[in-house]
């Protein structure tokens, strides 16, 4: 990932082959300014491995897992929520928190919710 050494890391998750860390830094109207810093991995044509980086802003913690909807539940937080963040990321898990059967569903109740508890 990127390194923004002015930016702190307020969470990290990921799930295998993808990491993502949302950086905020505070404005001087006391205002957070959030990013969203993101690694992906894909195969090339030979299945050697390829990684992507990229770095865009974000406007909240929820919109970071825009798109994450269908596999919120085999993600894991990495480290814990910043303090200033941890009552938004609780509202984000109950939105996206899988609500039926399946892999992602049992993954998620087996070990997954706890850690993102955990960590908020």
């Not at 205002?31 to 865009?56: I, K, V």
């Not at 897992?65 to 085999?74: H, I, Q, Y």
């Not at 996206?96 to 706890?114: F, K, S």
């Amino acid at each position: 990932m990127t390194d923004h050494p002015d930016w702190e890391t307020l969470l990290h998750f990921g799930c295998e082959g993808a990491g993502m860390t949302v950086q905020g830094r505070r404005r001087p109207d006391g205002a957070w300014e959030l990013q969203l810093a993101s690694d992906s991995m894909t195969f090339d044509a030979n299945d050697d491995e390829a990684w992507t980086s990229t770095t865009r802003p974000i406007a909240s913690l929820a919109e970071a897992f825009e798109g994450c909807r269908d596999c919120f539940g085999a993600m894991v937080p990495v480290e814990p929520v910043h303090e200033a963040f941890r009552a938004e990321m609780r509202a984000v898990i109950e939105q996206l928190a899988p609500r039926t059967g399946g892999p992602a569903y049992e993954l998620w109740v087996d070990r997954n919710y706890q850690r993102w508890l955990d960590a908020c």
